[in-house]
Nanobody, 123 residues
């Protein structure tokens, strides 16, 4: 059974940094597409970043140059390094995984989801 457990959320001031982690079990992070999504209060869920089996990455325009997605195959963990955080980055952040190596568009579905970790950015 696939389990994804996020951690690393918290409250920081604008301009600060956070690193989110997603520990996977029952699933090899190096073999498939994985991604980060977020949902702010009152808004729809949106894709933030994803990475495929061959380490090709995709980012939402709103986070390009500030966020970096990566993975540690030995730890079977996905990361999202978030720098230069803005109040509009405030959201619940979710780790997601696909059963295929190629990543779908952000608007597409993912097969597995974590429960999320809350990120709050104050101005």
């Amino acid at each position: 059974q696939v389990q994804l457990v996020e951690s690393g959320g918290g409250s920081v001031q604008a301009g600060g940094s956070l690193r989110l982690s997603c520990a996977a079990s029952g699933y090899d992070v190096q073999d498939y597409c994985m991604g980060w999504f977020r949902q702010a209060p009152g808004k729809e869920r949106e894709g933030v970043a994803n990475i495929d089996k061959y380490s090709a990455t995709r980012y939402a325009d709103s986070v390009k140059g500030r966020f970096t997605i990566s993975r540690d195959n030995a730890k079977n963990t996905l990361y999202l390094q978030m720098n230069s955080l803005k109040p509009e980055d405030t959201a619940m952040y979710y780790c997601a995984a696909e059963s295929r190596w190629r990543c779908p568009e952000f608007s597409g579905g993912m097969d597995y989801w974590g429960k999320g970790t809350l990120v709050t950015i104050s101005s």
